[in-house]
């Protein structure tokens, strides 16, 4: 922790909004860390929130997904967090045009943006408190923000039906691709 500590001290000093190379840093794995991302959004060490938003943003900078595990990475070290839903949340939505032409940019509660599309999909999956239908955006590097209620809203107004494969679905379009909530009959009993 105290390397993953001094590195993000480091990058908190050298400013901008890139992203570090954390894709090509393969440490030791040094072992699990109390640190849980709650399903709000919310970043936990050792059972208190980190109300540091700066903090919690530097530490999303490092983090990676190896298979089903999230850890935080630097160039010396490995550490394993829980993630109990999806690390980072969609809390807005911009869209530009309409129709086929849409497209959809969500902004993450760490300040991440993705634009829907070929590659950052749009999936809808059970929520794991509610067991409802909710959608997830791929933000980066396979890391989902799932998107938050009052912008889910939005994105429900936005909706139409389409056929596919013979069964009338409602969904979006952004970046040129359909994303499916589900089938349209299932949707509004």
């Not at 999230?70 to 939505?93: N, S």
Request: glycine letters at 12%.
């Amino acid at each position: 922790m105290k390397d993953l500590l001094s590195y993000a001290i480091k990058l908190e000093g050298a400013g901008g909004k890139s992203l570090p190379p954390v894709h090509k840093w393969h440490p030791e794995f040094c072992g699990d860390i109390d640190i849980i991302i709650k399903p709000d959004g919310t970043w936990f060490h050792e059972g208190t929130p980190i109300g540091r938003a700066r903090l919690v943003r530097l530490f999303s900078t490092v983090l990676r997904r190896d298979g089903d595990e999230y850890v935080l990475v630097t160039p010396v070290e490995k550490l394993k967090i829980t993630v109990e839903d999806a690390p980072f949340v969609g809390v807005a939505m911009q869209v530009e045009g309409t129709g086929q032409t849409q497209n959809l940019t969500f902004t993450s509660n760490v300040g991440d943006t993705a634009t829907a599309g070929p590659d950052h999909r749009l999936v809808f999956r059970k929520h794991p408190q509610t067991g409802q239908a909710a959608p997830y955006i791929d933000m980066r590097a396979g890391l989902e923000a799932r998107i938050a209620r009052a912008v889910f809203y939005d994105l429900v107004e936005l909706g139409e039906k389409r056929q596919m494969d013979g069964v009338e679905m409602f969904g979006v379009w952004s970046g040129g691709v359909f994303f499916a909530f589900g089938p349209a009959d299932e949707i509004f009993e």
